[in-house]
């Protein structure tokens, strides 16, 4: 088995195992791991719909399941499922990612009106 092939194992083993621990128990995980992987890589988003890019450029798709609204982080460059999130998981996140955005803007503009020199945060 090449390098390359252990990766995508592990990677797969990994998702399969947040998914059961993030709540898909009656869905098999390999399923819901191809039909994320095809939608993202047709570009089709029958099955999971695009929400937003993170940090690092991976990407964030939204898709359903009986046992609710799950979120698969996508790699940048190429369509594999990294890991599954849940949507308290998701808030958490956005809630992050908007308290850095506000603070971002926040320097920006006491930058502008001269308050915060260069070198300084």
């Known amino acids: 088995m090449s390098n ?7 990677r797969r083993e990994h998702f399969y195992l947040r998914c059961r621990e993030r709540g898909i128990t009656t869905t098999d995980p390999k399923e819901v791991l191809y039909n994320v992987e095809m939608s993202v890589a047709t570009g089709d988003e029958g099955y999971a719909k695009f929400v937003f890019r993170m940090n690092a450029g991976y990407r964030l798709y939204r898709f359903m399941v009986p046992e609710g609204v799950f979120y698969a982080v996508v790699k940048p ?42 070198g300084q945060t």
């Open 4 to 10: 390359n092939e252990k990766y995508h194992e592990a």
């Open 77 to 118: 460059d190429k369509p594999y499922v990294m890991t599954c999130l849940t949507q308290e998981m998701l808030r958490n996140l956005r809630n992050r990612r908007r308290k850095r955005l506000v603070k971002a803007g926040a320097r920006y503009t006491m930058k502008r009106k001269g308050q915060i020199r260069n």
